[in-house]
């Protein structure tokens, strides 16, 4: 068991500038969970797929957000045009189907 | 839509003292419940879980957490904690809807001093 390795760890950004993070999830698991979290608050729901198949998005993920999980292994959360108000830490969570999820370190996203 | 209470938020602990933790949820149905921890500099690990059976969970280090069904409560305590429980505790439920998806409560900041 390697983790949930997230890539980078930290990001600061321009407002108006598009970031992208990586999650590499525990092998086996066949569920990735995308939360964002700020500061005094619990991870918040963003997006889940199962395998490859994107399988639901929360009202918070605005169509400035997208994520991506081609092959059912790694997934890419992108941003575009970044607010001050995305500012936070993102989290990636992997499990096999409804077993306990396991988190990763995070990106922290600074927007300038 | 599934909803979590923490109702301490920050919490200052001597050690050797006992703790508990409450947490209240919202849903009235069969529920899978969790503790999650997450030391200074890490990553949210499993605490401990409820899914069904004995009401009374026992987790790693010395946690346990009790579900009373009919408070929707799973607090968490331990007798006796120690200066390396500092850490920020979250419990969390899975919304409505499937997927597993988590709704967590707010947090709570622990801080044990020797």
Known sequence: DTG???DPRHKITKRGQNVTFRCDPISEHNRLYWYRQTLGQGPE???YFQNEAQLEKSRLLSD???AERPKGSFSTLEIQRTEQGDSAMYLCASSFLNQPQHFGDGTRLSIL | AQSVSQHNHHVIL???A???LGCNYSYGGTVNLFWYVQYPGQHLQLLLKYFSGDPL???IKGFEAEFIKSKFSFNLRKPSVQWSDTAEYFCAV???GG?????FGTGTQLKVEL
């Not at chain 2, 997927?99 to 709704?103: P, R």
């Open chain 1, 64 to 66: 400035r957000f997208s």
């Open chain 2, 94 to 96: 899975p919304s409505t």
């Open chain 2, 18 to 20: 006992s703790l508990e």
């Open chain 2, 57 to 59: 969970v026992k987790g």
């Open chain 2, 99 to 103: 997927g597993n998806k988590l709704t």
């Open chain 2, 14 to 16: 001597s050690e050797a």
């Open chain 1, 4 to 6: 949930v390795s997230q």
């Open chain 1, 45 to 47: 729901f963003l997006t």
